[in-house]
């Protein structure tokens, strides 16, 4: 008879059982012979109170289950339904936990043997899933999810998604449905015996190998087929005239809308490419400005037989360029276009390093997980870029592991070498006309290690190039990521890599000068100066905390002149003197032993290859690590930055020391701008008051050498957005006070009820947002609304806006990275609040020593940079309310000095023009509730 397997999900009043939480609903989907057979739903009586958070996110309400039945009284059905079956939810450990508590109150025990964590099985299956949220992946996956958070519709959808891997798991060859098989007992959930059975049914069978997947070595991969770039001369003309373009892009867009700007933005960049002049560009929201440049680039691309490079900021972005825009422009211009992601070699799997891992046994959950992924991923990944996995936080660190660093061994002893990724991706660059990848790989690939050679680029989201710059040319040390690589390397006690370099040294009857003893007593001696070091380091950060009344999450030092004339920083830099000795005399010891063993003459097995390129790979982390304790310590900080960082609740572990340049244009100018012969910059904000100065320069280029452009948004913003500036609220200059924070807080319980939530509220620090927060939780004024925050909600950014979108009443307070790149289209947001103008702290590390470098020069630091900087971080903050052409709603300013300061204006003129209104509040909530009733 056929398993049968019935698919749970409960919604409960909470969490926790024991604290007398109960279920309100529960749903049974039954599965046998790979169909649903049945589907029991009811609503239990808790007997006691939903809380309103409850309320709100299941829909389902205290009169809904007031004559339902009590569990005890559907125990039985449940007992009936469970007999011989194997218990499937998504995240079984909390339904089936909280059910066998309810079951054994109502007196049945021992109600299920085997469940499956629908969880656990999609993140081996669908390994390169961006969540493994039931309502995020019913989107992706196209399933009908009419109600949320409701037990019928959430436990038949995890059915279907139940079958749906079941599918995908028939369809895997049986080699890696072998190694699943095995890895599995050591999983969560029974996921081994469901593997185990479809191992049996596929066996019995004939298998046939998909045609575009191959089997070396043990393993199954997708097979590599690198195109041919076309080299016949078939170029296009470029489609000058008005007409062309309309008809190109008419076979791109059904329904095509005409938009003069975008069509004016295409022929700047084509001229630009044809005269080798630089361009900087501002393409407002709306203007289609991917589009804009992407026709160019590959019209100049085929017709110059040159690559263009497309760089940008995020990876979503980089993916969105080549699947949507480019695969379909592929299809209507007159030429053949080939395109490829290309990203650094550590990005890419390493087959002969992971081979290896495959043979050693694991017991770790996490790096078993990790390695069933990776396994399912190679018989579909193309690129065997290692971004494409969504990796747990400890599957990260086994991507140490596995990641390409080149070949200490030589090429032609790695077995692997005909299927390696990094190769491939390389090979299908050099026979690309288009080149997409990231702002920080694009300034530092100067060595031409990823990128083939050239001489066009366009760098989107440009308002990111000159901190990724200033990043990409300093350095910084993290005290945790020291600690990691020590630990990595171990010591004679313990099997890691330290311990098992010496038994191949004495399997290979090697002789060394440095003896490991020698090795391992500096491993210890270095473990014990950096821990002196960094507690050196927390004391500082502590004494400067003390000076201060900030109760910032993140404290910074910035180490001046002055700091480094005391004996205390004397006494850091000896310090870190003797952690660079120590660390130089480990890096010998090892790079000796690795010389030796390569220059052996007898034979390395496939596992010792992979040792070797494991600990080449170590080496040059290592080595990187020397180079920054001595950039950081012991080099002249003369034109750079150098600061502390940490949480002072978790010191040492917290500290990180950075060192940047202050001043990031003159090393871009000879290292990238005078390099190549066109560079475009594009963005939505780059200019101020329709000046584009500022922005140049940072980047080291003068106005006249620049074609400069501005293209507005073509939306009717005048009628989309309205700015709204409340007169009662206290004047704030420095630091937010209390009763500053109560007075805002009034204003957003007050505004939130006339929006009904579909709130963003923008704050400038980490502090006011928690006190914030947290005063407006305390009020219970809006119990029923879902309040989000970040650093305080559970969450990455992503997650919190998923979240944001879910929720009928929500609000969504953000700081740092929500005031640019958030993108909520439609009526989920409709207010969106700027609680201060976005001026950084004047005592942050990198604006203090640019205020210092400006004053210097005899120029006035607030007008050339605190301004400038502010203006274009609150045109950011503004575009998150417009996204697209049928937005409407309203952006409150808690800050009067956009009215009262005279740099004000500078704010007003940098923004579409939209109608203002400036009143006190109940003047302010009748404007919006007008605004948004239209």
Known sequence: MSQKYVVVDLETTGNMWEKGDRIIQLSAVVIQRSKIIEQYTTFINPGIPIPPFIAELTGIEDKMVAGAPKFFEIAGKMETLLCDAVFVAHNVLFDLGFLRKEMEEAGYSNIVSNAIDTVELTKILMPGSPSYKLSELSDALGFDHDHPHQADSDALVTAELFLMLMEKAKQLPVVTLEKLTEMAFYLKSDIAALFHKLLVEQKTKVENLAEDLEVYRGIALKKKSIPVKSQDGTAAPYPFSKDEKIQLLTSYIKGFQTRDMQFDMMDTIYEAFEHHKHAVIEAGTGTGKSLAYLIPALYVAVEKQEPIVISTYTTQMQEQILNNEIAKLAKIVPFPVQAAIVKGRNHYINLLKFEQTLREQEYHYDTVLTKMQLLVWLTFTETGDLDELNFSSAGHLFKYRIQHDGWFMGKEKDAWVSRDFYLYARERALHSNIIITNHSMLLLDTDKEILPDYQYVIIDEAHHLEKTARRGFGKKLEYNL?????????????????????????????????????????????????????????????????????????????????????????????????????????????????????????????????????????????????????????????????????????????????????????????????????????????????????????????????????????????????????????????????????????????????????????????????????????????????????????????????????????????????????????????????????????????????????????????????????????????????????????????????????????????????????????????????????
């Open 482 to 934: 020291l600690k990691f690589w020590i630990g990595r390397l171990g010591t004679m006690e313990k099997d890691l890599f330290l311990k098992n370099l010496d038994l191949l040294i004495k399997k290979k009857k090697l002789s060394p000068t440095i003896l490991s003893l020698e090795v391992d007593e500096a491993i210890q001696q270095m473990e014990e100066e950096l821990d002196v070091l960094y507690v050196q380091l927390s004391k500082l950060l502590v004494i400067s905390k003390q000076n201060k009344s900030s109760q910032a999450k993140k404290e910074f030092l910035r180490i001046t002149e002055e700091i480094k004339g005391k004996s205390s920083w004397q006494s850091i830099v000896m310090c870190a003197e003797r952690v660079y000795d120590r660390h130089q005399w480990i890096k010998k010891g090892l790079e000796e032993r690795l010389s030796l063993v390569k220059n052996n003459k007898e034979k390395l097995v496939a596992s010792e290859r992979a040792f070797m390129e494991e600990m080449s790979s170590f080496i040059k982390e290592w080595t990187g690590l020397g180079e920054r304790i001595k950039n950081i310590f012991m080099s002249s900080s003369d034109g750079n930055i150098l600061w502390l960082e940490g949480d002072i609740k978790a010191l040492p572990n917290s500290i990180t020391i950075r060192i940047e340049p202050t001043e990031i244009g003159p090393l871009l100018t000879t290292t990238f701008f005078q390099q190549k012969k066109s560079v475009i910059m594009t963005s939505a904000t780059l200019s101020i008051q329709g000046s584009f100065h500022y922005f140049l320069y940072e980047m080291g280029l003068s106005d006249t050498e620049v074609i400069q452009k501005i293209y507005p948004s073509p939306f009717a913003f005048e009628k989309m957005a309205k700015l709204l500036i409340p007169t009662d609220l206290p004047e704030i200059r420095g630091k937010a006070t209390d009763e500053y924070i109560e007075a805002i807080t009034g204003h957003l319980l007050a505004i939130a009820e006339e929006t009904n939530g579909r709130m963003l509220i923008l704050f400038t620090s980490y502090e006011m947002l928690r006190k914030t927060y947290y005063l407006v939780k305390d009020t219970g004024s809006l119990a029923d609304f879902a309040i989000l925050a970040q650093g305080i909600t559970a969450g990455s950014r992503s997650r919190l806006i998923k979240n944001f979108q879910q929720f009928n009443k929500a609000i969504l307070f953000g700081t740092s990275s929500f005031w640019e790149g958030v993108d909520i289209p439609g009526k989920s947001l409709s207010c969106l609040i700027i609680v201060r103008l976005p001026f950084a702290p004047p005592d942050e590390p990198v604006t203090e020593a640019k205020y210092e470098r400006l004053k210097e020069k005899g120029i006035n630091p607030f007008t050339a940079y605190a301004l400038p900087e502010a203006v274009i971080r609150f045109k950011q903050g503004f575009g998150r309310l417009i996204r697209g052409e049928k937005d409407r709603g309203v952006v409150l300013v808690f800050d009067k000095r956009l009215d009262t300061a005279s740099y004000g204006q500078a704010f007003l003129k940098s923004i579409p023009k939209i109608p203002i209104e400036r009143g006190s509040l109940n003047v302010l909530l009748d404007e919006i509730k007008k605004w948004l009733e239209v």
